[in-house]
């Protein structure tokens, strides 16, 4: 692979560093804004929850958007977009003003989790391209992780405009950087700029066949006209439709932004105390997270897509299991916590290596080009409305069902997963991206 094809999908991830860091940084903070602004229980919710809105209002035009004006000026967009709600939240005066600077956040999100997965998956190398697009999820972790440490470090002093503000530095790394990066050879192709796209399918490869072929494949693919939602009526493509929304809510109700969003929380549920080693384990929780998604980076591409789902869905199942059954005991206490913990390790270090990046990188693979656009949008759009009504009700379920049921819940829709993955996915390992074909039976 060239260096400068990791150069583009590393830029693009920074996308995802800002989704990992605004969503994660909001736990540290709202303690202090609560007190700031001298919250109620309601405004406190709403004040964690409405960057979801803004995701979810973010990720329903990007794609549109990405199709209009091309992948690299929609993720330079969304750069913009990262940098102003930074600094009208930092520098608010009020909770009004912080709201909106939170909304306008979420837009930026939701469009880079439509835009940057996809742009990466344009720009990579067919026998790299999962290791490329995990990337964009390992920076998601990373971001997720810096956001603990950056509430951590501000946290003493009760700092929060610095947290949230401290995303402008790298909004302003993936503003400049977008300006010099290249637009995608399949949208070239796709408005009709044939030799600057055969020029950008040079610079990702030197072997001259395979750019012929690929060349050939998308434009056998642009023969069939986008016409919008119609697109979807071909069968194949509303499978892949039926697909990609699937995946990208399943990824969601099997439970991650309960340990991602609710971390603390739930260890002090299992037993630990105080708030500041329940925070610490948070950090772990980062750790094994980011570190977990290597293994994605290192596999994906030679073991395939659907293996490392089966494993991580597998030790998901048993992690979720053995934490509802840790739950259901009496007193969680002595080795039944340390269970419980570890089994919370493993649950996240499973999600981290299979449905965390993965699903992205199907959802950027399966559509064929002129519905690819559209296709990331909504399945992306799934992907926040399933992230929304786990997080909203996450604590509600606890309450209403208990503790055990609630992941014994999540683990049941591992297996449902698993089934979903066994009969449904392709496998799209090192496939052109315009030769992957959903199979209608
Ligand atoms: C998911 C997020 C989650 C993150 C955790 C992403 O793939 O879409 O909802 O918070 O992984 O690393």
Redesign the pocket.
């Known amino acids: 692979m060239r260096p400068y094809v990791l150069l583009v999908a590393s830029v693009a991830a920074l996308g995802g560093l800002l ?2 860091y605004d ?2 940084v909001i736990s540290g903070a709202i303690l202090f804004i609560t007190k700031d602004f001298s919250l109620s229980t309601r405004l406190q919710e709403f004040t964690i929850s409405v960057v979801l809105l803004g995701c979810i209002a973010g990720s329903a035009v990007a794609g549109t958007i990405a199709d209009a004006i091309g992948r690299r000026l929609t993720l330079f967009t969304a750069g913009i977009i990262f940098l102003a709600g930074a600094l009208a939240s930092a520098f608010t005066p009020d909770e009004p003003v912080l709201l909106a600077g939170r909304f306008i956040v979420g837009i930026g999100i939701g469009f880079s ?1 439509v835009v940057a997965p996809l742009y990466i998956s344009e720009v990579s190398p067919a026998a790299v391209r999962g290791a490329l697009v995990s990337l964009y ?1 390992f920076a ?2 990373v971001g ?1 992780l810096g956001a603990y440490l950056i509430d951590y470090a501000f946290a003493h002093a009760g700092l929060w405009r610095e947290m949230l503000g401290f995303a402008v530095v790298p909004s302003l790394v993936l503003i400049v950087g977008m300006i010099f990066m290249p637009e995608s050879p399949r949208y070239l192709f796709k408005v009709g700029h044939d030799s600057r796209a055969r020029d950008e399918l040079q610079r990702i490869t030197d072997d001259l066949d395979a750019t012929s072929r690929e060349e050939n494949s998308i434009r056998e693919s642009l023969k069939v006209k986008s016409a919008g939602f119609a697109a979807f009526k071909v069968p194949a493509v509303g499978l892949a439709l039926f697909i990609g929304v699937s995946l ?1 809510v399943l ?2 109700v099997t439970g ?2 309960t340990v ?2 609710y971390g603390p929380q739930i260890f002090q549920m299992a037993g630990i105390a105080s708030n500041s080693a329940s925070i610490l384990a948070q950090t772990l929780v980062g750790t094994v ?2 570190l977990m ?1 290597l293994v994605a980076i290192f596999f994906v591409d030679r073991v395939g897509r659907k293996p490392l789902l089966y494993a991580g869905l597998a030790g998901m199942f048993i992690a979720l299991t053995t934490i509802g059954g840790a739950f259901a005991q009496p007193h969680l206490s002595g080795s039944l916590g340390t269970i419980a913990l570890s089994s919370m390790m493993l649950y ?1 270090g499973c ?2 290596f299979s ?3 993965i ?2 990188l199907l959802i950027s693979e399966i559509f064929p080009l002129p519905a690819r656009g559209l296709g990331m949008s909504l399945s992306t759009l799934a ?1 926040w409305v399933g ?1 929304f009504l786990v997080s909203q009700f996450f604590l509600t379920m606890i309450d209403k069902l208990g503790r055990p049921l609630t992941f014994w819940l999540y683990a049941a829709l591992c297996v449902v997963t698993i089934v979903f993955v066994r009969t449904m996915v392709p496998e799209t390992k090192r496939e052109l991206l315009e030769e992957i074909r959903v199979q209608v039976a």
């Open positions: 989704f990992g969503t994660g989790s999820q998601i972790t997720i990208a990824q969601q991650i932004n991602i969003y997270n980011m998604t996240v999600f981290a449905l965390g990046p699903v992205w992907n992230n």
